[in-house]
């Protein structure tokens, strides 16, 4: 078996990088760096441990990440997703317990790279996707009640309902200057953007709510009232564990190892789409393996690629991993120099920045989206949506999958075939080989669902990406699902912003709706989309021969 182990790093740096890429690479870098810090702090605050745990895990799993991994642009560290999963753990376990279950989690995701499942964790359908994704974001939430409005609680039940509950006894108590700095933090998060996108939100509100804070000797808790002190420095140590307890780890790590390789390659997949790249999905595995394997040792916790802080590096004109070398460098540097200024922070601060960061991890658009879809798509959706929330990620996700699995069976025993002799271009051009330059065809071979929706984008994507027009001939598609129309609305996107026309053929009445309801159609536009092929043929030959300027929609 082939070993499929390319950093991207050695790629590009045996490529050559100009001087140009690097000054802008260590520029996103120091910003993302910069995003980063309030973040490390939140997730790692939210999950259990000390503070100084979330800016060890950026630093040292970024760093490996950025230099072992399969994408130009991941960002490594903590993330918002693994916090519902860490506090349990630490509940039941302890923080050794943690360490021991994140370096197996670590050895779990280099065997799945070594074995080259990295295409395979990219199939899970959407729904299930969005489903547990909302449901962890409506946890966070829920966790971060008791700080942002100052309740003084010192044990919160670890069930969804008992925690509120318990917030609503104590809803008397409620801290109005704690509330204060909740909602100006939010407000910040929200609309510094309109002022500078340079420095982030959550930075700004920190500093100046902050210093606020210290120089009204506002009565509120903070990360030293509530943690104490935090050390400076970055030190070597073994977790401590009997042999005999492996097992009992096993479970966790399996989870911390699922949730960290879907969330990483899916953190790629985003990045790709916006610089037009191709991640290696096995590399990254391992990459992401080999920091979780090591970053424990130094005291950090779970790390995967970063959705927003990987997109705040691409806008900042990050393309190599320079651009992730340097923010776990500007990290460290904070770390060893201005550390003492972190303990001041407000609890209540870092509840308005994790309460943002939940908004944005909900998907409230992806979410209603398939709720107005196909029934099959929503009953996956609700039913992993309560189970994360109300029982565990690990039974939502087992149950998806299988729900996925029947529900498609059912879905392919319901098709009809006369639907599809019907749409059929029967005495259409069948010999297209000979099309003008500039005209391509893809024809897609049968119903587009969650197991072949990443193949059939990629494959679309690779016909039109030089072509002045694409054809998509949907003849013999009798279905297509949420996760498909996902990945198709995002091909088809970045299509149009490449400057290629997108024309259709042989949709049935099904799909068409579908495609409708998900604003694909508006997307192409419903003037080219033909019931045959002849005529979509005819009128891609016709624009051509014209010469006419294609023009696309500015997305």
Same mark, same amino acid.
């Given at each position: 078996?082939?070993?499929?182990?390319?950093?991207?790093?050695?790629?590009?740096?045996?490529?050559?990088?100009?001087?140009?890429?690097?000054?802008?690479?260590?520029?996103?870098?120091?910003?993302?760096?910069?995003?980063?810090?309030?973040?490390?702090?939140?997730?790692?605050?939210?999950?259990?441990?000390?503070?100084?745990?979330?800016?060890?895990?950026?630093?040292?799993?970024?760093?490996?990440?950025?230099?072992?991994? /399969?994408?130009?642009?991941?960002?490594?560290?903590?993330?918002?997703?693994?916090?519902?999963?860490?506090?349990?753990?630490?509940?039941?376990?302890?923080?050794?317990?943690?360490?021991?279950?994140?370096?197996?989690?670590?050895?779990?995701?280099?065997?799945?790279?070594?074995?080259?499942?990295?295409?395979?964790?990219?199939?899970?359908?959407?729904?299930?996707?969005?489903?547990?994704?909302? /449901?962890?974001?409506?946890?966070?939430?829920?966790?971060?009640?008791?700080?942002?409005?100052?309740?003084?609680?010192?044990?919160?039940?670890?069930?969804?309902?008992?925690?509120?509950?318990?917030?609503?006894?104590?809803?008397?108590?409620?801290?109005?200057?704690?509330?204060?700095?909740?909602?100006?933090?939010?407000?910040?998060?929200?609309?510094?953007?309109?002022?500078?996108?340079?420095?982030?939100?959550?930075?700004?509100?920190?500093?100046?709510?902050?210093?606020?804070?210290?120089?009204?000797?506002?009565?509120?808790?903070?990360?030293?009232?509530?943690?104490?002190?935090?050390?400076?420095?970055?030190?070597?140590?073994?977790?401590?564990?009997?042999?005999?307890?492996?097992?009992?780890?096993?479970?966790?790590?399996?989870?911390?190892?699922?949730?960290?390789?879907?969330?990483?390659?899916?953190?790629?997949?985003?990045?790709?789409?916006?610089?037009?790249?191709?991640?290696?999905?096995?590399?990254?595995?391992?990459?992401?393996?080999?920091?979780?394997?090591?970053?424990? #040792?130094?005291?950090?916790?779970?790390?995967?690629?970063?959705?927003?802080?990987?997109?705040?590096?691409?806008?900042?004109?990050?393309?190599?991993?320079?651009?992730?070398?340097?923010?776990?460098?500007?990290?460290?540097?904070?770390?060893?120099?201005?550390?003492? #200024?972190?303990?001041?922070?407000?609890?209540?601060?870092?509840?308005?920045?994790?309460?943002?960061?939940?908004?944005?991890?909900?998907?409230?658009?992806?979410?209603?989206?398939?709720?107005?879809?196909?029934?099959?798509?929503?009953?996956?959706?609700?039913?992993?949506?309560?189970?994360?929330?109300?029982?565990?990620?690990?039974?939502?996700?087992?149950?998806?999958?299988?729900?996925?699995?029947?529900?498609?069976?059912? *879905?392919?025993?319901?098709?009809?075939?006369?639907?599809?002799?019907?749409?059929?271009?029967?005495?259409?051009?069948?010999?297209?080989?000979?099309?003008?330059?500039?005209?391509?065809?893809?024809?897609?071979?049968?119903?587009?669902?969650?197991?072949?929706?990443?193949?059939?984008?990629?494959?679309? $994507?690779?016909?039109?990406?030089?072509?002045?027009?694409?054809?998509?001939?949907? *003849?013999?598609?009798?279905?297509?699902?949420?996760?498909?129309?996902?990945?198709?609305?995002?091909?088809?996107?970045?299509?149009?912003?490449?400057?290629?026309?997108?024309?259709?053929? /042989?949709?049935?009445?099904?799909?068409?709706?579908?495609?409708?309801?998900?604003?694909?159609?508006?997307?192409?536009?419903? $003037?080219?989309?033909? *019931?045959?092929?002849?005529?979509?043929?005819?009128?891609?030959?016709?624009?051509?021969?014209?010469?006419?300027?294609?023009?696309?929609?500015?997305?």
């Amino acid at each position: 078996m082939k070993i499929s182990f390319q950093p991207k790093i050695f790629t590009l740096l045996k490529n050559g990088i100009s001087k140009e890429q690097i000054i802008s690479d260590i520029i996103a870098g120091i910003i993302v760096g910069i995003v980063a810090l309030p973040l490390a702090i939140a997730f790692a605050v939210a999950s259990g441990v000390s503070p100084e745990k979330g800016i060890i895990t950026a630093i040292v799993a970024g760093f490996i990440i950025s230099v072992l991994g /399969g994408s130009r642009v991941q960002i490594g560290g903590p993330t918002g997703a693994f916090i519902i999963i860490l506090y349990g753990i630490i509940e039941q376990y302890g923080i050794d317990g943690l360490l021991i279950s994140t370096i197996m989690a670590g050895v779990i995701l280099v065997i799945f790279g070594l074995l080259q499942l990295g295409n395979l964790l990219k199939y899970f359908p959407h729904p299930l996707i969005v489903g547990f994704t909302s /449901g962890i974001a409506l946890v966070i939430f829920s966790t971060q009640i008791k700080d942002a409005l100052g309740l003084n609680i010192e044990k919160l039940p670890s069930e969804f309902f008992d925690k509120w509950l318990v917030y609503f006894e104590h809803i008397t108590e409620i801290n109005l200057y704690a509330l204060g700095i909740t909602v100006v933090t939010i407000l910040i998060s929200i609309y510094s953007k309109y002022i500078t996108t340079k420095v982030p939100g959550s930075f700004i509100a920190i500093i100046l709510l902050t210093m606020l804070v210290q120089f009204l000797n506002i009565p509120v808790t903070t990360i030293e009232s509530f943690f104490g002190t935090i050390p400076n420095d970055i030190t070597f140590s073994l977790p401590d564990f009997q042999w005999i307890d492996l097992s009992n780890y096993l479970i966790p790590a399996f989870v911390i190892a699922l949730l960290g390789g879907v969330e990483s390659l899916l953190s790629a997949v985003v990045a790709d789409g916006m610089i037009g790249g191709k991640h290696r999905s096995n590399t990254e595995l391992i990459a992401q393996g080999v920091a979780n394997i090591a970053t424990p #040792f130094f005291g950090g916790i779970p790390a995967t690629g970063a959705i927003a802080r990987t997109a705040t590096n691409v806008k900042n004109g990050g393309r190599t991993p320079i651009a992730g070398i340097t923010h776990s460098i500007v990290l460290l540097l904070i770390m060893l120099f201005f550390i003492d #200024f972190a303990k001041l922070i407000p609890m209540s601060c870092l509840a308005g920045i994790l309460i943002v960061v939940a908004y944005n991890m909900s998907e409230a658009k992806s979410f209603m989206s398939i709720l107005r879809g196909s029934p099959f798509d929503y009953i996956v959706l609700i039913s992993t949506f309560i189970l994360t929330v109300l029982v565990d990620l690990t039974v939502a996700i087992q149950v998806g999958i299988v729900l996925s699995s029947l529900l498609f069976m059912k *879905r392919m025993a319901d098709v009809d075939g006369h639907q599809l002799i019907k749409n059929d271009d029967i005495d259409d051009i069948e010999n297209y080989e000979n099309l003008p330059n500039g005209i391509s065809v893809y024809e897609i071979g049968g119903p587009l669902f969650f197991a072949s929706a990443k193949q059939y984008a990629e494959l679309i $994507k690779e016909s039109g990406i030089s072509s002045k027009i694409l054809i998509i001939r949907m *003849r013999h598609v009798s279905f297509i699902d949420s996760t498909a129309l996902h990945n198709l609305h995002e091909t088809i996107k970045t299509l149009k912003e490449n400057g290629t026309l997108i024309l259709t053929s /042989g949709t049935n009445n099904t799909v068409f709706k579908d495609l409708y309801k998900h604003n694909i159609v508006s997307l192409i536009e419903e $003037k080219n989309m033909h *019931r045959t092929f002849s005529r979509a043929v005819l009128q891609a030959i016709e624009l051509n021969n014209n010469n006419i300027q294609l023009e696309t929609t500015k997305i």
